[in-house]
């Protein structure tokens, strides 16, 4: 099996990762339902490798040194490495996640392998 990234955009703001406590109550739930289900069924279907939700706050380095960056909420939300048989597979798998129904999108991407 080889590796894929799936990296998470747009959807409802209101549920990222970084304004979800401010949601209210019954959404938090919901969402954080969803997600946990769909986590753990890529997970019992040995899929899953690696995956975080993605703050808004970080670093910016380049030639002229280190800064705060602040990322905007059009840039990616999180990210998951999944294992899968080819990139329809992948594409597949990524249809059925919870961020499709909540207005987002998702690109997938193939992993390179180091020699």
């Known amino acids: 099996m080889k590796k894929y990234m799936l990296t998470f955009f747009g959807g409802n703001m209101a549920l990222r990762y970084n304004h979800l406590e401010k949601a209210e109550k019954e959404a938090q739930e919901n969402h954080k339902a969803a997600w946990g289900k769909w986590m753990s069924e890529l997970i019992k279907a040995k899929h899953l ?11 910016r380095i380049d030639s002229n040194g280190t800064n705060s960056y602040h990322f905007p909420d059009n840039t990616e939300g999180g990210f998951i490495v999944i294992k899968a048989e080819s990139v329809n597979q992948a594409a597949e798998i990524a249809q059925s996640s919870p961020i499709i129904n909540n207005g987002g999108y998702i690109l997938v991407r193939p992993c390179g392998e180091l020699n």
Not at 49 to 59: Q, T
């Open 49 to 59: 490798e690696v995956g975080y939700p993605l703050e808004s706050e970080g670093k």
